[in-house]
């Protein structure tokens, strides 16, 4: 495991957005860098279809995820 030296301001804007998904510190950044390197290698897919992919391939059930879902 490595540090990587990023600015206070983005660890208080991780600090708050990983309590807002109720991650840790951590695992809010890991969840970003994912998300981010297959964002640029996929750059036709959009950022829910990037989710969507990432679902699917840990055999999470997108029918009763989306069935059980209230429009916000």
């Known amino acids: 495991m490595g540090l990587v030296k990023i ?5 208080e804007e991780i600090r708050k ?3 807002v998904m109720s991650r840790s510190i ?3 950044v890991e969840f ?3 998300t981010g390197m ?3 290698l996929n750059p036709t897919l959009t ?3 990037i989710l969507q992919q990432r679902l699917r391939d ?3 059930s997108l029918e ?3 069935q059980e879902a209230k429009p916000i």
Request: charged share 25%; no cysteine; net charge negative.
């Open 38 to 40: 297959l964002a640029e």
């Open 58 to 60: 840990e055999n999470v």
């Open 17 to 19: 957005s990983s309590h």
């Open 7 to 11: 600015s206070d301001e983005l660890h």
């Open 47 to 49: 950022f829910n279809e």
């Open 26 to 28: 951590n695992s809010q």
């Open 32 to 34: 970003w860098i994912k």
């Open 64 to 66: 009763s995820i989306l």
